[in-house]
């Protein structure tokens, strides 16, 4: 059982039981989630702080029955383990992201910048690593319901187009585009946020506290780290023929600035 740091919880009944409270919270009337968990104990400690927002909830226990009960229930939101027997996670978000657009966010123990970065590829809305304070679960699902559910649904992200390079925020792609060519760039998660932060304002100088509260906001790392980051940023567009991208100022933070 992957959880951490549990508040007590006052005993209540399931939300998905006769009686259970329908409390409102902004416009989100008794959503409904999915819990896709093969580890009861963790779906029942979930499910009893989601319940304490006002959410319904039902269970599944695999992919299968995870993907009948969307298609039964139509479930507002899809919380989902990625490591299942059987079908797994990953999966079970491809064949959710052919139906529609239901709001995922993946529970995951890979605790690696390219699995986040697959899960957002995919479609995924959001991700939370185990192991997880159920509190924080039940925060990211009432964030991302007040972001779909009563908000008009936004356009698609438009691609930014800098100099050679293209970054696709709706996939998480980059790309640099020459006369005839197109090389994807593999980035981790970290690399893709920094990219994209100073694509959408190129010729500006970013600090390195900016950047830290931008593309690394729940990490205790230092603002050095960010240098690191950009460095290994810096290799792989080298790599590609994009020589000082993103371009240092010296006492300052970093510029993207690409000429090329």
Request: charged share 25%; proline share 7%.
């Amino acid at each position: 059982m992957e959880l951490k740091h549990l508040p007590a919880l006052p005993c209540m009944p399931a939300s998905d039981s006769p009686g259970a409270p329908t409390a409102r919270w902004d416009h989100s009337l008794n959503a409904l989630v999915l819990i896709v968990e093969d580890e009861p104990e963790i779906a029942d400690i979930v499910a009893a702080y989601l319940a304490r927002e006002g959410l319904r909830t039902l269970r599944a226990r695999d992919g299968l029955n995870a993907l009948a009960l969307h298609r039964s229930a139509r479930p507002d939101l899809v919380l989902l383990d990625v490591q299942m027997p059987g079908m797994d996670g990953w999966t079970v978000l491809n064949t959710l992201r052919q139906r529609g657009d239901t709001p995922v966010i993946m529970l995951t123990a890979l605790d690696q910048d390219l699995d986040k970065l697959t899960a957002l590829r995919m479609g995924a809305d959001d991700y939370v690593v185990k192991p997880f304070n159920p509190a924080e679960v039940a925060a990211r699902v009432r964030a991302v319901l007040r972001r779909t559910l009563n908000a008009p649904r936004q356009s698609v992200p438009e691609i930014l187009r800098v100099g050679s390079l293209v970054i696709d925020p709706e996939h998480h792609t980059v790309h640099v585009e020459g006369d005839g060519y197109s090389h994807e760039l593999l980035l981790t998660l970290t690399e893709y946020k920094l990219l994209h932060c100073m694509a959408l304002a190129p010729m500006r100088i970013f600090s390195r506290s900016e950047l830290m509260h931008e593309c690394l906001p729940e990490s205790e790392a230092l603002e050095r780290t960010v240098d690191s980051h950009v460095s290994k940023l810096r290799r792989k567009l080298d790599d590609v023929g994009l020589a000082n991208v993103p371009a240092s100022v010296r006492g300052v933070g970093y510029r993207l600035a690409t000429d090329h």
